[in-house]
């Protein structure tokens, strides 16, 4: 996962065709995903709640699919 | 090792990554908890077949990831805290910034053309955005080879 100045900067590189996710995303993602992690109680997350976390932030179709 | 003793293992890790110690061996874990190397090494295995962490390819005393952090140097460097921290890839540097209270600074440089980038955040808030994210790997595939990913 690399930040690209831009599209067009990925498809000049010749980087395999992926997906995109925007700065507000990824922060949105990483904030969900880890700002609870040093939490004694923290526990890995099932499918579902972790497939929430990507629906949540506007990540759906199969590319984002965790099954 | 129980689930306790691994958790113990996991937040010892984290923690001396988080102080910004970087990420210790399995050595050095068992001496600050006061356990068998073995014990230490069996809790690094336990939490990578979990996928909580990643192991060091061909070195089961030492891990590579100790998600968010890297354990050692990469493109995405993490200003917090007053100190420096490596990241995984731009999603776990920012998780880094999230882990140690969403204050910090994410700096990259553009894989094309080598521009640096930055990411901002305080209190939690993108304060300043560039670029955009690609994903080469499908998220159903993710852990299949993770330091590819």
Known sequence: MLLFRSEEHVERSGTPAGAFMSADQIWGLADAWYHDR???????????????????????????NLG | ????????????????????????????????????????????????????????????????MANPFSAVPTAHEVKARGKTFFGNCIWDACGIVSLLGG??????????????????????????????????VPSAHLWDDIIFT
């Open chain 1, 38 to 64: 040093d939490d004694p109680q923290w526990r890995r997350r099932n499918l579902e709640e972790s497939q929430k976390v990507f629906d949540d932030l506007g990540l759906k179709g199969d590319f984002w």
């Open chain 2, 1 to 64: 090792m129980d689930t306790a003793g691994v958790n113990q293992v996991r937040l010892h890790v984290l923690r001396t990554a988080m102080d910004g110690h970087g990420v210790p061996s399995a050595s050095q874990t068992a001496t600050a908890l006061g356990i068998g190397e073995e014990q230490a090494v069996e809790g690094y295995r336990q939490l990578a077949e979990g996928h909580v962490y990643v192991l060091e390819p061909g070195d089961p005393t030492r891990l590579r």
């Open chain 2, 103 to 136: 204050t910090g600074e994410v700096r990259t440089q553009c894989p094309d053309c080598g521009d640096p980038m930055t990411l901002a955040m305080a209190d939690r808030k993108l304060i300043r955005k560039e670029g955009v994210v690609h994903f080469s």
